[in-house]
């Protein structure tokens, strides 16, 4: 089965930059398409990166998603962090059209 | 605007049944892969269920599987899922989600126990 990796968490300025990667367990990530979801507390998921890097409208463009076929991940990054951006952050991809999820990662701005 | 309701939730007991119901507008809900997740609080994503546009094709994950029923009324634009022989494990919040450009409903919380 097709699993995806993440940190559990990461932690960055504000401000600065950060990557959030997301590995992919066997075959190529880069023939399925990666999605990113953040959840703030308490609130339900939204949606931030589709298909690999698209960005669903309202979505800021300090937000961006990208494939490594090397070393088979996703990888958002995050730029110009903001206190608003601490939430968890999933990548989502697809398993035989089976949705599979990264465990999440934990992303704090201090 | 693209929008999600879910209802359906509440506490049941092990061994007992619950339907969701999911209410969509603000798109052509008959174009789109409709999918249920959930979340086990404290816990991260889980993908529950997917159905096609046209319930052609359905499926389900490991942990639901025989136990759960996804389906849709694309004439009343709502999605469903039918859950049997609700353990505690399946205690989460219930997430109807649409395919495409993904979007979310608020959820709906189970709890189950007795």
């Known amino acids: 089965n097709f699993t995806l990796t993440q940190p559990h968490s990461v932690s960055e300025s504000p401000g600065k930059t950060i990557t959030i990667s997301c590995t992919g367990s066997s075959g190529s990530i880069a023939s399925r398409y990666v999605q990113w979801y953040q959840q703030r507390p308490g609130s339900a998921p939204t949606t931030i990166i589709y298909d690999d890097y698209r960005r669903p409208s309202g979505v800021p463009d300090r937000f961006s998603g990208s494939i490594d076929s090397s070393s088979n991940s996703a990888s958002l990054t995050i730029s110009g962090l903001k206190t608003e951006d601490e939430a968890d952050y999933y990548c989502?991809?697809?398993?035989?059209?089976?949705?599979?999820f990264g465990g999440g990662t934990k992303l704090t701005v201090l | 605007e693209v929008q999600l309701v879910e209802s359906g939730g509440g506490l049941v007991q092990p061994g007992r049944s619950l339907r969701l119901s999911c209410a969509a507008s603000?798109?052509?809900?008959?174009?789109?892969?409709m999918i249920w997740v959930r979340q086990a609080p404290g816990k991260g994503l889980e993908w529950v269920s997917s159905?096609?546009?046209?319930?052609?094709?359905?499926r389900y994950g490991d942990s639901v599987k025989g136990r759960f029923t996804i389906s849709r009324d694309n004439a009343k634009s709502s999605l469903y899922l039918q859950m049997n022989n609700l353990t505690p494990e399946d205690t989460a919040f219930y997430y109807c989600?649409?395919?495409?450009?993904?979007?979310w409903g608020q959820g709906t919380l189970v709890t189950v126990s007795s």
């Open positions: 159905i096609s546009w046209n319930s052609g094709t359905i």
């Open positions: 603000g798109f052509t809900f008959d174009d789109y892969t």
């Open positions: 989600v649409k395919g495409g450009t993904i979007a």
């Open positions: 989502q991809s697809y398993d035989n059209s089976n949705w599979v």
